[in-house]
């Protein structure tokens, strides 16, 4: 099966500063999304990505499908941007999305 | 507004205790999904269902069942919960399988004790 690597798995920053996360896929895909999930575990959508640039607000993503990854850019970060950022994707054919480890971020104020 | 509503949010119970956690959705979707989430394991796929009484298993189908009989709900049933099905518990849903966006539930945090 598809295999989705995120890094890194943790990231300290102090409120203020930028961050980049990255998934990496093994196979081609045609569903990618970017989700936070909260302190209170909630999972809410940032982006679905399966290709191209796209921007809100403070965060934006990058995924170049050809080369099989993806990046999420966290600019002027907040306390409440703290939490899990996992990459899913859903491998061409396949009806499951697969998610990957996920990468805590905590920002300090 | 356009969710995917679980209920309930958590729920603690008995090894044995049959329980029904509620999956529905208003967004017309005909893919549908349940996933759990443990620690170390991230999210695996318990079930989906494609459209109305078409539903198959996912990754870790044993000790669950699911329903499908009407397009915007997708109950998850645990006949005979055990302690190993302790777990956070998460319904998606989206217009079909693949190369469309999933919106995920809140949660239901189950514990079996």
């Known amino acids: 099966g598809i295999q989705v690597e995120q890094s890194p798995p943790d990231l300290i920053l102090q409120e203020g500063a930028n961050s980049t996360l990255r998934c990496n896929f093994s196979d081609s895909v045609n569903n990618l999304q970017w989700f936070h999930q909260n302190p209170w575990g909630q999972l809410i959508n940032l982006f679905y990505?399966?290709?191209g640039t796209k921007q809100n607000g403070r965060l934006s993503a990058t995924t170049v499908a050809t080369e099989r990854y993806s990046l999420l850019y966290i600019s002027s970060s907040q306390t409440t941007d703290s939490g899990v950022y996992f990459c899913a994707v859903e491998e061409t054919g396949a009806n499951n999305l697969f998610f990957g480890t996920g990468t805590r971020l905590t920002v300090i104020p | 507004e356009a969710q995917v509503t679980q209920n309930p949010r958590y729920l603690i119970t008995v090894t044995g205790k049959k329980l029904t956690v509620t999956c529905s959705q208003n967004m017309n979707h005909e893919y549908m999904s349940w996933y759990r989430q443990d620690p170390g394991l991230g999210l695996r796929q318990i079930y989906y269902s494609m459209n109305v009484e078409v539903t198959d298993k996912g990754d870790v189908p044993e000790g669950y069942k699911v329903s499908r009989k009407e397009k915007r709900n997708f109950p998850l049933i645990l006949e005979s919960p055990s302690p190993n099905q302790t777990s956070l518990y998460f319904c998606?849903?989206?217009?079909?399988?693949?190369?469309?966006?999933?919106?995920f539930g809140q949660g239901t945090r189950l514990t079996v004790v």
């Open positions: 990505i399966p290709s």
């Open positions: 998606a849903s989206s217009f079909s399988s693949g190369d469309t966006e999933a919106f």
